[in-house]
């Protein structure tokens, strides 16, 4: 689009005419979703009626999870894109300004259906169900404040979600040495055109094993490697932690056992903890176990936003559980 070309040209001249202060660290664009939590002792069968043990409204949705976790760790953080005025998007702006993730960067259309979910928590398997409804938000048109941010910011996090504003974005961000982290968790319509921007690429073992056809993750993060050229490719395995590779060696990295109420989010947490992570220049290596912990810590509670911990919780949990790499931060 001609407006997206412009202003990805005055993001260059503006940037490269000398430094400039990053005010937001991270920034994203991608899914925000509302979701409604219902807590159940077993999942039901077909064609019957159960009594919900709690319901719960909460943010949900990768990108925007994502930045309310680095965002509630100490980040300073911003969502792009295009909300609807009813009542879901209502409690999603607010639920933006009481994590402190900065809402400048939103525009609201007025008449249309936000993205929404019910998800339901099993309590016997500590597993979830989400039957989703995508909306009819239109695509986000990246206007000159939004490509300013993303020049500004160190991070720019993507999720295939608002796919034509993420590539415009990413193309910005590569041109203005901000770093694209992807979290692909979807095989969504058109990932191939985005995966090429991604400096820090965090793919799920199912997408990764989907995409490459792949038959180990080890293997699949070789090929996306060589494939797409990032700096780094994390792959999450859920309970079972995950791998790290740069090129040289694969590498895992642990999950951590806790008693877990809601898994819900977790790897939308792992995400934003990693891009925080970043920030604070710890190494992918060491950002892999960090991100681990706050989405361990955050299956303990309800709310994929709600159950983020703070950065001292995590350094605690870090401490107890013999992560030694974090005792620095500890003394």
């Given amino acids: 689009m001609k407006v997206s070309k412009h202003i990805c040209v005055y993001s260059l001249s503006s940037i490269n005419s000398g430094d400039v202060m990053r005010e937001n660290k991270i920034v994203g664009i991608g899914a925000n979703v509302f979701d409604t939590l ?6 039901p069968t077909e064609d019957t009626k159960m009594r919900a043990n709690t319901v719960k ?3 949900g949705g990768p990108c925007a999870t ?20 009813d009542n879901g998007a209502k409690f999603l702006k607010e639920d933006f300004e009481k994590y402190g993730v900065d809402t400048e960067y939103i525009n609201i259309k007025s008449g249309y259906d936000t993205f929404c979910s019910c998800i339901w928590l ?7 169900t989400c039957v989703f409804y995508r909306g009819n938000v239109p695509p986000t048109e990246i206007d000159e404040n939004m490509a300013q941010a993303i020049a500004n910011a160190e991070i720019l996090m993507v999720d295939g979600n608002d796919m034509e504003a993420a590539i415009e974005g990413a193309k910005i961000a590569k041109a203005n040495n901000t770093k694209v982290l992807y979290d692909a968790g979807g095989l969504y319509e058109g990932v191939e055109r985005l995966l090429p921007y991604a400096d820090i690429l965090i793919p ?18 070789k090929i996306l490697y060589e494939k797409y050229s990032p700096e780094v490719v994390v792959i999450t395995q ?26 819900n989010g977790s790897g939308d947490v792992f995400h934003g903890a990693f891009a925080f992570a970043i920030t604070e220049k710890m190494s992918y290596n060491k950002a892999c176990v960090f991100s681990s912990a706050v989405s361990a810590l ?8 709600e159950g983020v911990p703070s950065y001292e919780e995590t350094i605690k949990f870090l401490k107890e559980r013999g992560s ?3 005792k620095e931060n500890l003394e």
């Fill in 238 to 263: 859920g309970k079972k932690g995950g791998i790290i590779y740069d090129g040289e060696a694969v590498k895992s990295y642990p999950s951590f056992l806790v008693e877990a109420v809601d898994s």
């Fill in 38 to 43: 219902y807590t159940v002792d077993t999942y």
């Fill in 57 to 59: 409204a909460s943010g």
């Fill in 122 to 128: 099993a309590q016997d398997t500590t597993s979830r």
């Fill in 298 to 305: 955050k299956c303990t509670k309800i709310g994929a936003r």
């Fill in 204 to 221: 799920s073992e199912e997408f990764s094993l989907g995409h490459t056809g792949a038959s180990t993750a080890e293997e699949a993060a």
């Fill in 66 to 85: 994502g930045l309310v976790a680095a965002s509630k760790l100490g980040g300073s953080c911003a969502f792009i894109g295009n909300i609807s005025d």
């Fill in 324 to 326: 030694n790499e974090f």
